[in-house]
């Protein structure tokens, strides 16, 4: 009896002790699946929950999906003449033969050079980079969005800053808006759209890594817009995009030691693009302030020593020719720039920028250092197309 009692309190135990457990499994199972009942029936939030693209980052698609459609493929069919000769590109031969061809002939050679670029305007106008279009180009090939592919003219190039602007007999194009490329900070998200390596409207996203960055080697005109968004062969003349869709930049070329993306991508910034389009469109050309050839270098600490300037700030003039207004001003080689109408010039690009930038027909101020010491003169700012003519 004894036993049987005992066996008869172990089965009673472990009886309720097993609905204990599975009842704890139950309701935490069941407080995953269903809302208490009491939570069934409380109204919805006011704020609707983000969507669930927020928790790993921001959500691109809407202004993705939207630029997109203002950004097409440019083929450009370049022909150049080459010489016949077997060893034309060899310095030795050369030097025996010259450049002339008549010796050997010469025959047309073709290249075809692919980019992208941006549909500004719904009546077909198109801006590119000067280097996607080239130099005697012979046919100009448009893809657009829609599968359309349309024949287009030139309508002005401008190779200091690397802009072109292309026209497309086409109507009630999507385009892609303008922005203020001044507006822009560090650490601004962008998306960068264009064909790297034929690649058809491709978007990759990044920050705004600097901005005002020169000495890069692209153009003479320099004041680019740093990104670390993937930037590939294809891609030069495309959309630098920001979270408004509006285009702040044209993709202009990378710092790569191996030919492809590094993580540095630099754009020509709206504002600077548009004043050279607008240009293009009324005159044909972009009309910049000049002072005449002024041959400038950058100050290196042995210069500045030379020259008597205190630092490495400032644009060394090297060489010039006398029928400028610089040189009737009064600025001679030695002579280094540090500012010009009131604004501190740091390098030679900075310099080269104000003066383009000046308008035709007033006078800057100029300030320089001669032997080390302040002279400040007055000189006539003209049409750097004028000076060309």
């Not at 490495?312 to 109408?341: C, H, K, Q, W």
């Not at 920028?353 to 300030?367: L, Y």
């Not at 250092?369 to 003209?382: F, H, I, S, T």
């Amino acid at each position: 009896m004894k036993r049987t009692a005992i066996s008869l309190t172990l089965v009673v135990a472990g009886f309720i002790g097993g609905l204990v457990v599975t009842g704890r499994m139950r309701s935490a199972s069941d407080s995953r699946a269903e809302p208490p009942a009491a939570a069934a029936t409380a109204p919805a939030p006011a704020t609707a929950p983000a969507p669930a693209t927020a928790i790993g980052g921001p959500d691109f698609t809407g202004i993705a999906g939207q630029a997109v459609k203002g950004v097409a493929n440019i083929s450009s069919l370049q022909v150049t003449r080459a010489s016949n000769a077997p060893f034309a590109s060899d310095p030795f031969f050369r030097y025996f033969f010259g450049d002339n061809d008549d010796m050997f002939g010469s025959h047309d050679q073709r290249s075809l050079s692919l980019g992208s670029g941006v549909i500004i305007s719904p009546d077909g106008y198109v801006v590119t980079n000067n280097h996607v279009v080239g130099d005697n180009v012979s046919e100009i090939t448009i893809s657009l969005p829609d599968k359309r592919t349309i024949k287009g003219k030139v309508i002005g190039t401008d190779p200091s800053t690397d802009i072109a602007l292309l026209k497309i007999n086409a109507t009630g194009l999507a385009t892609v808006p303008w922005g203020d490329s001044n507006q822009l900070k560090v650490g601004e998200w962008v998306l960068a759209i264009g064909s790297p390596f034929q690649l058809s409207r491709t978007v990759t996203a990044g920050i705004v890594s600097a901005t005002g960055r020169t000495g890069m080697g692209f153009a003479d005109y320099e004041d680019f817009i740093q990104t670390d968004a993937a930037i590939n062969p294809g891609n030069s003349g495309g959309a630098l995009i920001d979270t408004r869709g509006e285009l702040v930049g044209i993709n202009t070329g990378i710092y790569s030691e191996s030919g492809g993306y590094q993580g540095i991508g630099f754009a020509v910034p709206s504002n600077l693009a548009r004043h050279v389009v607008d240009d293009l469109m009324k005159y044909g050309e972009v009309r910049r302030g000049s002072i005449g050839y002024l041959g400038i270098e950058k100050l290196t600490p042995d210069l500045a020593q030379e020259v008597g300037a205190p630092d490495t700030s400032g644009a060394l003039v090297s060489r010039m020719t006398r029928a400028t207004e610089a040189y009737r001003a009064g600025i001679r080689p030695g002579d280094v720039i540090v500012a010009f109408n009131g604004r501190k010039v740091d390098d030679p690009s900075q310099f080269f920028r104000f003066v383009a930038d000046a308008k035709v027909g007033t006078t800057a101020a100029i300030r320089l250092l001669r032997n080390g010491r302040p002279v400040d003169v007055k000189v006539a700012v003209v049409s750097s197309a004028q000076r060309r003519r």
